[in-house]
């Protein structure tokens, strides 16, 4: 890689690249996020530890590690190219545009090599300093060779895999191609912990987001959106967060379904932390994601950035309930700028919680919604034009791989069986068939009974969604100090699309 003279400036502390969060104002949709620069060529993700010395590595990308050994000269830049990543992701505040076209341009390995070396590629340079608003690179050099230096990657592999979490990539079979739409500010990478296959789930995917603060019509509306999506084939993906999340969330555990959260913080840290058999409901039946990596706590700037990736995820968002200073209202800035659908559901005139709802509707940003159908048949259109009880499996049974197909036809017709009966009879391990049988769910081939996991069959009804008085936890001091959705700061320099330059 061509380079150019090493900067002098002072390393700069990770507390000064902060991010900062996002102005309330709602963009227009008129404004896609800036395109990426052509894609590095996929890597697959085998990773090697470093005092590995023999010809193998372990696939990651998937729920279990698979121990196998390529062709000669192949481990290292497969490895290589994953550990880059990994270490990119603390190196750098997550949705960061400059490094997304750094790393788009050059590869992760290239551009991890550039920053230890301090001396960024002078087109690259020449590029950057052509925008509108060009960047500090400088500055930006500075903090990431700081936080590289101190970056260590394979103790985060090791780290996330002690926890049963996984690390998938762009190229990976899991990773869900929507999120390519984000362009420069696309994640690097994303953790994942649970048995739901990402890309299945996000296929059919719905965001539900609102207040933490909710009322109990809220989380009510919330849950019940939560049901009767998941009832109809849809994966409801959320922020785990209290409120209008937690409702959605567990709406959709209640219908057997899977569910996704999108988390500010590590997979591995709980927060909020009275949201801990939550989260492990979802991961035992969904998915729990991040790009931070494995010990990462939540900070504003991340929570609002974190957001792009909920939008980005989903044909739809829902805002159920928020403020006229909502952080939901910055999911919706995302979804318009993505060109995604945007429903907002009404709520009394006199609740200020209903304020940055009705802001929505009155501005025609988004389009009124009442039922889970009338929003099913909103994002409907985008792709399958699904009735709203439609039960038609997702992905076609030809794009499964064999193994996912051994585990369908293992399952009764009748009745159903539990993942350790279903691997016996499809010949595969415990961890293949507990991954399989996610994305399956995910993919709307079949759900889980009282009796284990079985065909699905069409669904005649929506389940009763649950009481809210069940949904809402009474609010602990740590709670009461989480309530309060993050304010907008005009002087703020973040968009919608992301990270400026």
Request: with cysteine.
């Amino acid at each position: 890689m061509p380079s150019a003279p090493a900067t002098t400036s002072p390393p700069a502390s990770a507390a000064d690249t902060d991010t900062q969060p996002t102005p309330s104002t709602i963009p227009s949709p008129t404004s896609p996020p800036e395109p990426a620069a052509s894609l590095p060529p996929t890597h697959r993700t085998v990773r090697t530890l470093p005092s590995t010395t023999e010809a193998s590595a372990s696939v990651i990308s998937g729920r279990a590690a698979v121990t196998m050994t390529p062709p000669s000269g192949q481990v290292r830049e497969e490895t290589n190219e994953l550990v880059a990543r990994a270490a990119l992701m603390r190196a750098t505040d997550v949705g960061d545009p400059v490094m997304g076209r750094l790393v788009a341009q050059y590869g992760a390995s290239e551009a991890a090599a550039a920053i230890r070396a301090r001396a960024l590629p002078p087109e690259f340079a020449a590029r950057e300093a052509q925008h509108e608003r060009p960047p500090d690179l400088t500055g930006r050099l500075n903090a990431w060779y700081a936080r590289l230096a101190a970056a260590k990657p394979a103790g985060d592999l090791e780290a996330g895999e002690r926890a049963g979490a996984r690390l998938i990539v762009p190229g990976s079979p899991e990773w869900p191609t929507q999120l390519d739409q984000l362009g420069a500010s696309r994640p690097l990478g994303l953790w994942l912990h649970g048995t739901a296959d990402l890309r299945f789930a996000c296929l059919k995917s719905v965001a539900v987001v609102g207040a933490r603060a909710a009322t109990s019509y809220g989380s009510h509306i919330a849950a019940q959106f939560g049901v009767g999506l998941s009832e109809s084939g849809w994966t409801v993906v959320s922020g785990g967060a209290y409120g209008v999340d937690g409702a959605a969330h567990k709406g959709a555990l209640a219908a057997d379904s899977p569910t996704v959260a999108v988390l500010a913080c590590g997979v591995d840290v709980c927060y909020p932390s009275s949201h801990d058999t939550l989260f492990a409901a979802v991961r035992e039946q969904g998915v729990v994601i991040s790009e931070c990596p494995p010990g990462v706590h939540p900070t504003r700037a991340r929570f609002l950035v974190r957001n792009r990736l909920i939008a980005a995820l989903s044909r739809g968002t829902v805002v159920v309930e928020a403020a006229l200073r909502s952080g939901a209202l910055n999911t919706a800035a995302h979804a318009l700028s993505l060109n995604r659908h945007l429903a907002a559901v009404p709520g009394p005139i006199t609740s200020s919680q209903s304020a940055g709802c009705h802001r929505l509707l009155r501005e025609r940003r988004a389009v009124c919604v009442t039922t889970p159908e009338e929003m099913i048949d909103l994002v409907g259109v985008i792709g399958d034009d699904l009735a709203p009880q439609s039960r038609v499996p997702a992905v076609s049974r030809d794009r499964l791989n064999e193994s996912t197909k051994r585990v369908l036809d293992a399952i009764p017709a009748r009745g159903g069986a539990g993942p350790a009966s279903i691997a016996v009879a499809a010949g595969v391990g415990l961890d293949t068939a507990l991954s399989a049988l996610g994305g399956l769910a995910a993919a709307g081939y079949i759900e889980r009974a009282a009796n284990g996991w079985r065909l699905r069959k069409p669904a005649t009804s929506y389940r009763k969604a649950p009481e809210a008085a069940a949904l809402q936890p009474p609010l602990t001091a740590e709670a009461a100090d989480q309530t309060d959705d993050p304010p907008f700061p005009d002087d703020s320099p973040i968009s919608a699309e992301g990270l400026d330059p």
